[in-house]
């Protein structure tokens, strides 16, 4: 009688996450459903550590939410714990709570014509697509409209509305779980002037995403870039982990095509070599998944 071999899976010590209906969903390692028994064991004892010193959040440090801090610091649960305790105090030193109930940035139109940073629909893998145009960047217009610490709060409040509606508003359109986002930063027609002089504020802001929401890079185009980008990127790439240097690709002029390989044309404004042409423009649009009620862009 011939015998049939079949192909050994890879063993998990968790369970696939709730919700998922793709049914070709293969979690990387080290989230929900793909974790090892040592990482297994380092998420209960992050958990029962943080539920037994009264500092456990519950609306806040589900078990993806600690894996991220987790896999941020390889596992190792003193760390992690470090990590995430540290992020707790920012939030309350940064008052994340009051912004998120109160705080209205009403110069959004006017700030877009200076430092347009937005939200706009999804990649092929339903992350939400960040773009940020360093490039137009007006510093004098810029800070006549607005504060640098006006715009930090803003960020916080995009990070929140990431983690409160886009995330899981992309996780149940695609039918698995959507923890990053895809980012594009142009630097068409950057000065270099203009960057130093606006160079806090994006070390801040980099400082925020790497150690207040770690993990939340999925992919990251660095298009349009300069020759002299290597001294800025010379400033920035110390403030970033290996890992998180790993995940960006920096790009000339010729991005187009590596950009519509990770993100569907009806999806990627047209500026940028797609075809979405959004009523109001893409830029203050914010639609996707997460805005069901915005009006679907023009392709």
Same mark, same amino acid.
Request: negative net charge; proline residues 6%; aromatic residues 10%.
């Given at each position: 009688m011939a015998s049939t071999t079949q192909e050994p899976q890879a063993a998990t010590a968790s369970s696939m996450p709730p919700g998922v209906t793709d049914p070709d969903y293969k979690p990387l390692p080290g989230r929900l459903?793909?974790?090892?028994?040592?990482?297994?064991?380092?998420?209960e004892?992050?958990?029962?550590?943080?539920?037994?010193?009264?500092?456990?959040?519950?609306?806040r440090m589900d078990d993806a939410t600690l894996l991220r801090f987790l896999r941020a610091r390889k596992f190792d649960v003193a760390k992690a714990k470090e990590m995430l305790l540290a992020a707790e105090q920012w939030r309350k030193d940064f008052e994340v709570d009051e912004i998120v109930k109160s705080f209205n940035f009403e110069e959004k139109v006017e700030?877009?014509?200076?430092?347009?940073?937005?939200?706009? *629909?999804?990649?092929? !893998?339903?992350?939400? &697509?960040?773009?940020?145009?360093?490039?137009?960047?007006?510093?004098?217009?810029l800070y006549a409209t607005t504060t640098q610490k006006r715009l930090l709060q803003r960020l916080v409040l995009e990070y929140e509305k990431s983690v409160t509606q886009r995330l899981p508003a992309c996780s149940a359109?695609?039918?698995?779980?959507?923890?990053?986002?895809?980012?594009?930063?142009?630097?068409?027609?950057?000065?270099?002037?203009?960057?130093?002089r606006v160079k806090d504020y994006v070390m801040q802001a980099a400082s925020i995403g790497q150690d207040r929401y770690p993990e939340s890079m999925g992919k990251f185009y660095i298009i349009n870039a300069p020759w002299a980008f290597?001294?800025?990127?010379?400033?920035? *790439?110390?403030?970033? !982990?290996?890992?998180? &240097?790993?995940?960006?690709?920096?790009l000339g002029s010729g991005y187009k095509e590596t950009l519509l390989a990770q993100i569907p044309a009806e999806n990627l404004p047209k500026e940028f070599g797609g075809s979405c042409i959004c009523p109001g423009g893409c830029s203050l649009s914010d639609v996707g998944p997460w805005s069901?009620?915005?009006?679907?862009?023009?392709a």
């Open positions: 459903g793909n974790l090892t028994i040592p990482q297994q064991h380092s998420l004892k992050l958990k029962k550590e943080l539920i037994e010193e009264g500092k456990f959040v519950e609306e700030v877009d014509k200076y430092y347009p940073q937005y939200y706009h *629909k999804t990649d092929k !893998d339903g992350r939400p &697509v960040y773009i940020e145009q360093l490039g137009k960047l007006d510093i004098k217009a359109a695609s039918g698995h779980p959507v923890e990053t986002s895809c980012t594009i930063l142009d630097l068409n027609n950057v000065s270099l002037s203009n960057f130093y290597s001294a800025v990127w010379s400033i920035i *790439k110390p403030w970033l !982990d290996e890992v998180t &240097v790993a995940k960006i690709a920096i069901p009620e915005t009006k679907d862009p023009i």
